[in-house]
Nanobody, 123 residues
């Protein structure tokens, strides 16, 4: 079945960096868009970034210029490089598979989700 394993979260100081990984299995990975989402306490889940099957990328305004998404189809893995982290980036980060190869930041365009990894930005 479709599975995701996220890793790379942790505690980091403001201005620091983290790289999240999302290892996928159970489906034809290269043909699907993969997205990263986050959910802070008391807030709705929001789209952070997404990468299409043809390597197109999209970012939310709040992370544009600081985060970079990439994929390795040989390893069935998507990465999210997060630089210049801010306290407002603190959240649980999830990766998810889209219905098709088209990127999107809308949660309703995704059908399978990982378990999430906590990112905390604090001094």
């Amino acid at each position: 079945q479709v599975q995701f394993v996220e890793s790379g979260g942790g505690l980091v100081q403001p201005g620091g960096s983290l790289r999240l990984s999302c290892a996928a299995s159970g489906f034809a990975f290269p043909y699907y868009a993969i997205g990263w989402f986050r959910q802070a306490p008391g807030k709705e889940r929001e789209g952070v970034s997404s990468i299409s099957s043809s390597d197109g990328r999209i970012y939310s305004d709040s992370v544009k210029g600081r985060f970079t998404i990439s994929r390795d189809n040989a390893e069935n893995t998507v990465y999210l490089q997060m630089n210049s982290l801010k306290p407002e980036d603190t959240a649980v980060y999830y990766c998810a598979r889209a219905f098709n190869g088209v990127y999107s930041l809308q949660t309703d365009q995704y059908d399978h989700w990982g378990q999430g990894t906590q990112v905390t930005v604090s001094s």
